[in-house]
């Protein structure tokens, strides 16, 4: 999610948005080289696209503030999967 949040959505969450998005679609996380062009250009258009939706979007709620909204999804990851371990390395 990234609309609503204060401080807003930078770029760099915009673009790494569209990559999810369009490594999901395309069912790979590296394209071939034959598809390499065609996996940037769709990355370009959904990071621009995601930007569009998010300055056009309007709401009376006010604005998340994200370390509050990470823990909060850190205590249902451990609810749901237990705590998390730590590891040596």
Same mark, same amino acid.
């Given at each position: 999610? %990234?609309?609503?949040?204060?401080?807003?959505? =930078?770029?760099?969450?915009?673009?790494? #948005? !569209?990559?999810?998005? +369009?490594?999901?679609?395309?069912?790979?996380? &590296?394209?071939? #080289?034959?598809?390499?062009? #065609?996996?940037?250009?769709? *990355?370009? !258009? +959904?990071?621009?696209? =995601? &930007? =569009? %939706? %998010?300055?056009?979007? +309007?709401?009376?709620? @006010? @604005?998340?503030?994200?370390? *509050?909204?990470?823990?909060? !999804? &850190?205590? &249902? !990851?451990?609810?749901?999967?237990? @705590?998390?371990?730590?590891?040596?390395?």
């Amino acid at each position: 999610m %990234l609309h609503n949040f204060e401080p807003p959505a =930078t770029e760099d969450e915009i673009e790494a #948005a !569209a990559i999810q998005y +369009v490594r999901k679609v395309s069912g790979t996380t &590296r394209p071939s #080289a034959a598809n390499e062009e #065609a996996f940037a250009e769709a *990355v370009r !258009a +959904v990071t621009a696209a =995601t &930007r =569009t %939706l %998010l300055d056009g979007l +309007v709401t009376k709620a @006010p @604005p998340r503030d994200r370390e *509050v909204e990470a823990a909060k !999804a &850190r205590a &249902r !990851a451990a609810e749901r999967y237990g @705590p998390r371990e730590a590891t040596s390395v």
